[in-house]
């Protein structure tokens, strides 16, 4: 994580002006926006963002001093990121740092100048954030863990195997973010070759997780698949302990 976090850094220093700033010459404190998708009491983000900041700093970036972050935390309702990507735009921040997708999603659909650092997004691309890996374009750059979705249909593939008998497998996926479809598209078209079948149960909030695990277990689900974002990440615990209650083999990214 360390060696990612210092290439973001280094990405938001290209953003601000390629030059790290001398204190001494600096009369105007640069503006950064923070968006994030998750909630900002979730220890790992805490982290994450620690770790940004020291990244930025060994670049002559300190907050406080040469730059100012105006921060925004969704606490993981994906709906309040349009506007909250907007309030950073009507600050007139220099830049948006955009963690995950739907985060940079939102920055992209508001502006088209500022520039725009995303942090691990999925399927920039295939999402309009970029034009391509190795030509970005536009206004958008920063990390991807992207790798295609071929890699969910081999998640699939791991699960059949684990799981011999397996027949039915539920999907759990995120209505809000914009990159479930695709991915819960991806696992489903895999499902036949392996003679299984899927359907796929919704979780936009805390609240909405064990009902869907509850309706999986009705629905004579043998097994789960978990695709990943801030909201399933921030209650992984509960997901797995969910799962042993159930008797679900899960499958995680």
Known sequence: MRRRIFVLGMTVTMALGMCPPLQAQQTTRQKIGYLIASSKERPAIQKYRQAFLQSLASFGYVEGQTIVIESRFAELDFGRLPS??????DLKVD?????????????????????????????????????SIARPGGNVTGTSFSVGLEHFSKAMELLKEAVPSLRK?????????PSHEDVADQIAS?????????ELFKASRK???EPAFVAMTESRCQAAFIIADALTGSEATLIANLAAKHRLPSMHQ
């Open 95 to 131: 830049v948006i740092v955009a963690a995950p997708t739907p985060a940079a999603v939102a920055a992209k659909k508001v502006t088209s100048s500022v520039p725009i650092v995303m942090i691990s997004a999925s399927d920039p691309v295939g999402r309009g954030l970029v034009e």
């Open 169 to 177: 497998v539920g999907i759990l996926m995120n209505p809000a973010n």
């Open 190 to 198: 895999t499902a036949p070759s392996l003679n299984l079948d899927t």
């Open 84 to 89: 909250l990507a907007a309030e950073l735009v």
């Open 207 to 209: 609240g909405d997780i």
